[in-house]
């Protein structure tokens, strides 16, 4: 049976760079994005150019109508999900905690959180091998924001991170007999978009000096943990995390 992996936030940076590594070692993609389709499009258009099938797809993953629409999507278009990437994420403006209001934070949970654990449902209701499915893996993409807490910046993003963490540990002993694995990688300073929407594009240059590698990463350097965790090399790893970080 061919390998099909949804990759949320699959039109740029990180999910981007998931999506043209997995096509080169022949998963079948579905690019998941909310607005950017034109940069979705590219980056299906690059994962057939090397053979794979895929399609771009939107959908808000804080919305869960559109989860369903995403996963129908997917079984029609290439087949069963047996690999599913939690990638989408969003950062607002930096701010301290004492003046964000509720709205940013529903932004923020709705996305980074729920949107994860929605897909993670769609995905085991597909792979469980209690459900008829195949099995499968599922990688969530956490940040080391998780564990130091992104003071004066985005503690909502580093709480909601935390709860992704909770969420692969959790579900993956639930799901652990029922042929699924689920892992998470936890990514540093990585150049991406995603710093700009946060009010500051240069920021992983500002910050890198304190990383102890002196450098920020790149977004192909966390697609290919990423990679591994999804894969047979991986067999014996769940509820575990590779933090991609230099160091920090
Ligand atoms: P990015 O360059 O800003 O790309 C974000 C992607 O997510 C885009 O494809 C965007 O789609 C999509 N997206 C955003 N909200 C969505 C929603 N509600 N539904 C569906 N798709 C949505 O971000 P990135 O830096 O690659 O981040 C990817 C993941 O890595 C995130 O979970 C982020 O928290 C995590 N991370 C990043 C860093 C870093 O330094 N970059 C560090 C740690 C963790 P459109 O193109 O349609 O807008």
Redesign the pocket.
Known sequence: MGRVLIV?????????ATCRLAAGRGYAVCV??????Q??ERVAADCRAVGAAAVAV??????EA?VVCLFEAADRELGRVTALV??????EPQMRVEDMDAGRLARVF???IT?PFLCCREAVRRMSTRRGGAGGAIVN?????ARVGSPGEYVD?AAA?GAVDTLTLGLSKEVAEDGIRVNAV??????????A?GGEPGR?DRVKASVPMRR??Q?EE?AAAILWLLSDEASYATGTFLDLAGGR
């Open positions: 949320t936030g699959g039109s740029r940076g990180i999910g981007a998941n994005y909310r607005a950017n389709r940069a979705a939107r959908a808000d993953v804080a919305v559109d939690n990638n989408a994420g969003i950062l709705a996305t980074n949107g993409v956490s940040s080391v924001a993003y991170k936890r990514p540093g300073f990585i150049y991406t978009d995603i710093h929407s992983v920020g990463g977004p966390v």
